[in-house]
């Protein structure tokens, strides 16, 4: 008779984690991001355009240095080279402007591009 008592008590506990699991689920599935968490998604995308902008503009620099330097010609490569990094830097912007509009595919879904 416990036995019988028991196996009924796990039905029923059974039945009720299903249910809340079920609760759980709708919940968890209608959870929104809130502003703070969107504006600081916006704000990683503006550093991450401005950080490209000067990635590009200083590794331009760079090479058009090191070049006048082992040449002789002072100002010639380096800015031609900022200028080269600087529209690198534009592109890659751009770039990534572009992919700000998108929706958000699943995870793991880049195939390489």
Do not use: C
Not at 11 to 17: C, G, I, K, N, S
Not at 23 to 51: C, D, I, Y
Not at 79 to 97: D, H, N, Q
């Amino acid at each position: 008779m416990a036995e019988h008592d028991h196996d009924a008590a796990r039905a029923r506990d059974a039945e009720r984690l299903r249910k809340l699991e079920a609760r759980l689920g709708k919940k968890a599935g209608a959870k929104l991001p809130s502003r703070g968490e969107e504006h600081f998604s916006q704000a990683n995308l503006a550093w991450r355009m401005v950080t490209e902008l000067v990635a590009g503009l200083g590794i331009g620099f760079m090479i058009g240095y090191g070049l006048d330097y082992l040449t002789g010609l002072r100002p010639v490569f380096m800015v031609v080279f900022v200028l080269l990094g600087l529209a690198a830097g534009i592109k890659t912007m751009m770039r990534t402007a572009k992919d700000i509009g998108k929706p958000p595919g699943p995870p793991g879904d880049d195939k390489g591009e």
